[in-house]
């Protein structure tokens, strides 16, 4: 049954060394208030998991936390590298990490194999592309119908995903609205889901039905953040903070700026900083 906990508590119960886990969001809607509740928890071992790994990631592999990347696009969006993860990747620190790059395609498609409940995703993809050649777990297969040579990757089956969303009602259901991105497979695929959301409604009666919505017997946990996915937007909340971006490539090409950045910024914070955080992009929403 969903509980609605404090953001702390909620990733001290879902989350521990070791896991496999998502921080999904797609554009909008990063988790990284709930990515940084991890941060000053200092989980390590983890096995990070995200379409397009962008700050939170580099913020995680750069205080160590991460033996291995899953992803399809590793790059601060609109700006350039993530200077922490390539500084793993390249020179071991703070630690070496295992990459595992994919398509967009190999992604989202593994992760409905997982909300499916399924061993692999099958799909056209990857031709005169050299992953392959560098990911063993891209395969490829032969339809029994058509004799159609097929990729296949594994699906992605998190311990737990964490993604934010603009409401949850009462009872424990969550409405993500905008860009959905993989958000909703990766909440199916996990064995555990945290959500962040901007506020809580009595309901969702007046809104389309159509519309998102995760059932409250698919989530763990939901955590009250507003401001939670800051610098990323909230369709209908705030805007995209794009100097916050801008700014992170000096921060991270400098190996004491970024320890420095994340004890003032991250470790001497609290979700409940977020908010303060987005009240001068509100307007431009």
């Not at 988790?31 to 995200?50: K, S, Y």
């Not at 700026?257 to 929403?285: G, P, T, Y």
């Amino acid at each position: 049954m969903v509980k609605f906990l404090p953001l702390k508590q909620a990733v001290a119960e879902n989350l521990n060394n070791g896991d496999t886990v998502a921080f999904e969001g797609f554009t909008h809607l990063i988790p990284t208030a709930a990515a940084h509740e991890a941060i000053r928890q200092g989980f390590r071992d983890l096995t990070l998991i995200r379409m397009t790994p962008d700050l939170i990631y580099d913020q995680m592999i750069g205080m160590g936390m991460a033996k291995k990347i899953v992803f399809s696009y590793v790059g601060n969006p609109g700006v350039g590298l993530l200077r922490r993860a390539r500084d793993a990747i390249e020179n071991g620190f703070p630690r070496s990490i295992e990459i595992e790059e994919h398509s967009h395609a190999g992604m989202a498609n593994a992760y409905e194999a997982g909300a499916a409940g399924l061993p692999c995703a099958v799909f056209r993809g990857y031709r005169g592309a050299g992953l392959a050649a560098v990911n063993l777990n891209i395969k490829s297969v032969t339809c029994p119908f058509t004799g159609e040579v097929l990729a296949a990757v594994p699906s992605i089956r998190p311990d737990v995903t964490f993604i934010h969303a603009q409401k949850a009602d009462r009872k424990g259901n969550v409405l993500v609205e905008g860009i959905v991105g993989i958000q909703k497979e990766a909440v199916l695929a996990a064995k555990r889901a945290v959500v962040t959301v901007e506020e809580v409604v009595d309901n969702f009666d007046d809104l389309h039905p159509n519309l998102t919505v995760l059932p409250r017997w698919t989530i763990a946990a939901i955590s009250v953040v507003p401001g939670g996915s800051h610098p990323s937007y909230a369709h209908g909340y705030y805007a995209r903070d794009n100097a916050a971006y801008l700014e992170w490539d000096e921060i991270a090409a400098d190996r004491d700026k970024f320890q420095a950045w994340m004890q003032a910024n991250v470790i001497e914070k609290s979700a409940d900083d977020f908010a303060a955080r987005v009240e001068h992009l509100r307007k431009a929403a």
